[in-house]
Nanobody, 123 residues
C-alpha cells in the first residue's frame, strides 16, 4: 500500500489543523492506518490509529486524547487526523503508516510509511 500524507503547516497554539493520509494499492478491509509523529531529536511516537473497512475501532495516545480525532472515508481510502487545541509540543513531522495491530503503539509493525508532513505550532 502507498500512502500520501498532507495538510501540515504553521498554526498558532490553540488552533486547529487537519491532516490527510490517502492510501492506494493493496488496501485490505482489515487494514489499520496509524499516525505517528517525530519531533527533532526525538523518537517517532504513536499518535492515533484507526481500522479501515467495515470494522470500527480507534486508539489514541494519552497525550492527544480529547484533542485529536482520527476518522476515515472508506470511499476515498483516506484517513484524517483532526487536531485541535494544538500546543507547541505538538510540533513534529507527522507520518501515517499502514498495517499492524491497532492497539500496539510501536513502529515495528507498520508495514508501509507515507512521507511526513510538518506541523509547526507557534506559542
Amino acid at each position: 500500500v502507498q500512502l500520501q500524507a498532507s495538510g501540515g503547516g504553521l498554526v498558532q497554539a490553540g488552533g486547529s489543523l487537519r491532516l490527510s493520509c490517502a492510501a492506494s494499492g493493496r488496501i485490505f478491509s482489515a487494514s489499520v492506518i496509524k499516525w505517528f509523529r517525530q519531533a527533532p531529536g526525538k523518537e517517532r511516537e504513536f499518535v492515533a490509529g484507526i481500522i479501515l473497512g467495515g470494522a470500527t475501532g480507534t486508539y489514541y495516545a494519552d497525550s492527544v486524547q480529547d484533542r485529536f480525532t482520527i476518522s476515515r472515508d472508506n470511499a476515498k481510502n483516506t484517513v484524517y487526523l483532526q487536531m485541535s487545541s494544538l500546543k507547541p509540543e505538538d510540533t513534529a513531522v507527522y507520518y501515517c503508516g499502514a498495517g499492524g495491530n491497532l492497539y500496539y503503539n510501536g513502529v515495528n509493525d507498520v508495514r508501509s510509511w507515507g512521507q511526513g508532513t510538518l506541523v509547526t505550532v507557534s506559542s
